[in-house]
T-cell receptor
Framework: AQSVTQPDIHITVSEGASLELRCNYS??????LFWYVQSPGQGLQLLLK????DTLVQGIKGFEAEFKRSQSSFNLRKPSVHWSDAAEYFC???????????WGAGTKLIIKP | NAGVTQTPKFQVLKTGQSMTLQCAQD?????MSWYRQDPGMGLRLIHY???????DQGEVPNGYNVSRSTTEDFPLRLLSAAPSQTSVYFC??????????FGSGTRLTVV
């Protein structure tokens, strides 16, 4: 069965430092991949998505992600984090059986002042 | 456009009670789905629909029923609430099954 793995349950980063959140997926063909962000008590906001083409995808709020087929990864990056980036981040892939989203368990980002 | 509207936002139920979580979208999307979110587990698919009159089970369907009598509405019914159904529930809709719009969620507590 398809799966999405986010190896880090939580990550702590100093404000102004760079960020990389990891996401690995299991899928044979080119997947449809997403990153969502959820602030405490809030809904889900789409940061970016990859369907095909350029493997480096730009999103909102200064985030980007790179699709690496050889590593089955879709890591999220930001060059300089702000305190407002503290949230939980979810990676997801579209299932090839029912075209619904399969989600990783999430990574909670903590920002140190 | 209101997008995807979920009601209620919060609900407390007693074990054994029934209730319906409402989900409505005004974007004429064919595809709708329900997820539950539990700490450390991400979101898991409960039920989904590919159009009016068509529904199917997801990963965790037990204890939940759905129907899709119109394109706009996709209610989720809990027939006999259990503490294990304490969770945050999200409804989503999509035009093309790859771009999803989410509701703001319903936080359900079963005591």
């Amino acid at each position: 069965a398809q799966s999405v793995t986010q190896p880090d349950i939580h990550i702590t980063v100093s404000e102004g430092a760079s960020l990389e959140l990891r996401c690995n997926y299991s899928y044979g063909a080119t997947p449809y991949l997403f990153w969502y962000v959820q602030s405490p008590g809030q809904g889900l906001q789409l940061l970016l998505k990859y369907f095909s083409g350029d493997t480096l995808v730009q999103g909102i709020k200064g985030f980007e992600a790179e699709f690496k087929r050889s590593q089955s990864s879709f890591n999220l990056r930001k060059p300089s984090v702000h305190w407002s980036d503290a949230a939980e981040y979810f990676c997801a892939v579209v299932s090839d059986s029912n075209y619904q989203l399969i989600w990783g368990a999430g990574t909670k980002l903590i920002i140190k002042p | 456009n209101a997008g995807v509207t979920q009601t209620p936002k919060f609900q407390v139920l007693k074990t054994g009670q029934s209730m319906t979580l409402q989900c409505a979208q005004d974007m004429n999307h064919e595809y709708m789905s329900w997820y539950r979110q539990d700490p450390g587990m991400g979101l898991r698919l409960i039920h989904y629909s590919v159009g009016a009159g068509i529904t199917d089970q997801g990963e965790v369907p037990n204890g939940y029923n759905v129907s899709r009598s119109t394109t706009e509405d996709f209610p989720l019914r809990l027939l006999s609430a259990a503490p294990s159904q304490t969770s945050v529930y999200f409804c989503a809709s999509s035009k093309d099954r790859v771009g999803y719009t989410f509701g703001s969620g319903t936080r359900l507590t079963v005591v």
